[in-house]
């Protein structure tokens, strides 16, 4: 078991810490919020879609965000109208049209004048609507120029990444290209972030349970132990719960020190390779956690006792039973599976079992001592998540959580250390996703909080696990209304998180006067061992 806690612990500050992902929409746009909103200037962003057709054949669909200005797409596909797609002459858009249009949707290049000019000018050579590519791989939320007072534009404006554009710009060239623009509304409830909420809050509630448990059973065999009375088992005072490790305040903040420097490393070199590096390390911890928890399942069932009670030497793993070598197999097999179809759209239900089990053997065997050690490491992490995700802006002009979390510079769509489920009932697709760190850091304290519970022999309503997990829960629920709020930029959930956690916490125990236990110790003070011994043998 010693050598299946270091593999984990390792694995806790290579692919789970270093890696509090923010929670994000992924159609993530950057925005300008140098001009307010004004008259004829002041429609909410929306994503577009352009649907492209080649010489007639549906071809690729783009999305783009919709400007300030200008008229509200038609939100349904069947009313969106198939409009010829033409470069602009000038290119930039930027003076009068050579050539009269005839209802033509444009395609222009972002720069040299203004959003509006570019706009003003394609409505007076008779555009129906004006695509703009941006500069760069990304989206530009457009507005009106500050100085403008009023602004009258009677077509639709939308930007598109300059990945985007190109690839726009070549068909343009060589094939005869048409185009369909809409904006179809979002559900006003994302589904898939109701599961991920339930799916957050239930993996705690199973690790928090499997811990107390753990740490009951270390508890009365220690008991047990002392009774006896045997000078042989004098030296039980310090020992720990099997198999655990425990934080110190040290390691707690050099946890945040080495997860920033491995982002950075992440954020420099993310490439192809570097993403392989990282799946191949999720799938060793995937399969040290799915074996870890099947062996403990199965081990419940009276069948597989004898299985899980027998031992065999492996070399490098020590003893190993016979129940986790027969095992072993199915989990290396699960993920190797995994890793070779994880460009498939169903791979996501492999990664989150993986990704899960990680989770909950991690809240199993790392665990925080005490109350201080707890409230250092959540500081910490809730300055190193809002750090990278917010103020790493102004040194890198981008935010190096984001960029990492969407594995930009990589070909590939983001990183496996994430929950993620598909948005259903979504038209526009795609994933919403949850870090592991915004789970197992927070997960790591509501743990304790349980084990302290049961080892004070505390019920629900006078302990604190209940109103630890209540707190994590509402904390996760407003990252989401935030995230929802705020046109989808990433949010570092732990910023909501580890106020109604920790702040519970703390408030809680200083207000029933358990403060100084938990903060030092930790659990419930214990008779001494040699005082046992003494009094049994009088």
Request: charged share 15%; aromatic share 12%.
């Amino acid at each position: 078991m010693e050598s299946t806690s270091f593999v984990l612990f390792l694995l806790l500050l290579l692919t789970t810490v270093f890696y509090s992902s923010p929670v994000f929409a992924g159609d993530i746009v950057h925005q300008d919020d140098v001009a307010p909103k004004k008259p004829g200037c002041d429609n909410d962003f929306v994503l577009v879609k352009v649907q492209t057709y080649i010489n007639g054949i549906e071809d690729l669909e783009f999305v783009g965000v919709g400007a300030r200005f200008g008229p509200i797409l038609e939100s349904k596909e069947k009313n969106a109208n198939h409009t010829k797609l033409t470069m602009a002459d000038p290119p930039d858009c930027c003076s009068e049209f050579k050539h009269r249009l005839m209802g033509e949707v444009i395609l222009v290049h972002r720069g040299n004048c203004s959003f509006t000019t570019k706009a003003n000018f394609a409505d007076a050579a008779g555009a129906s609507a004006i695509i703009i590519i941006n500069n760069q791989t990304e989206l530009f939320k457009m507005v009106c120029e500050a100085n403008e007072t009023d602004v009258s534009i009677s077509i639709p404006t939308i930007m598109l990444p300059q990945d985007a554009g190109a690839v726009l710009e070549k068909n343009v060239n060589n094939s005869i290209v048409s185009v369909q623009l809409y904006s179809p509304g979002r559900p006003p409830v994302d589904i898939a972030e109701v599961f991920l909420w339930l799916m957050a809050v239930g993996i705690i509630l199973c690790a928090s349970y499997w811990s107390a448990w753990s740490a009951r059973e270390a508890a009365t065999e220690q008991d047990k132990l002392l009774k006896d009375a045997s000078e042989d088992y004098l030296d039980t005072e310090n020992t720990g719960f099997g198999g655990s490790v425990d934080i110190s305040t040290t390691s707690a903040v050099l946890f945040v020190v080495i997860a920033s420097c491995f982002l950075i490393l992440l954020y420099e070199f993310m490439s192809i390779w570097f993403i392989d590096i990282l799946v191949g390390l999720f799938c060793i911890g995937g399969i040290e956690g799915l074996q870890t928890c099947l062996v403990a399942l199965l081990s419940s069932f009276g069948q597989f006792e004898h299985a899980s009670g027998s031992f065999v030497k492996v070399p490098f793993f020590g003893a190993v039973s016979h129940l986790t070598l027969g095992i072993s197999p199915f989990c290396i097999a699960f993920a190797v599976v995994w890793a070779v179809f994880r460009h498939h759209s169903f791979a996501w239900i492999g990664q989150d079992i993986l990704g899960i089990a990680l989770i909950i053997t991690v809240l199993q065997i790392v665990r925080v001592p005490n109350l201080k050690v707890g409230t250092v490491l959540l500081s910490c992490a809730f300055i190193y998540d809002i750090f990278w995700v917010f103020a790493s802006k102004w040194w890198f002009d981008e935010s190096v959580m984001i960029v990492v979390a969407r594995g930009d510079k990589s070909g590939e769509d983001g990183i496996p250390m994430l929950l993620k489920i598909p948005r259903m009932f979504d038209p526009w697709g795609g994933y919403s996703i949850i870090g592991f760190g915004d789970i197992i850091l927070p997960g790591l304290l509501i743990t304790f909080s349980l084990r302290y519970d049961w080892l004070s022999k505390k019920n629900l309503r006078t302990g604190y696990f209940i109103w630890a997990i209540v707190a994590y829960g509402l904390g996760l629920l407003v990252t989401y209304i935030a995230l929802n709020m705020m046109d989808g930029h990433g949010q570092p959930a732990l910023l909501y998180i580890v106020p109604f956690t920790l702040g519970t916490f703390l408030t809680l125990g200083r207000k029933r006067g358990d403060l100084k236990d938990l903060w030092s110790r930790g659990e419930p003070e214990r008779p001494c061992p040699h005082k046992i011994f003494e009094e049994s043998s009088e």
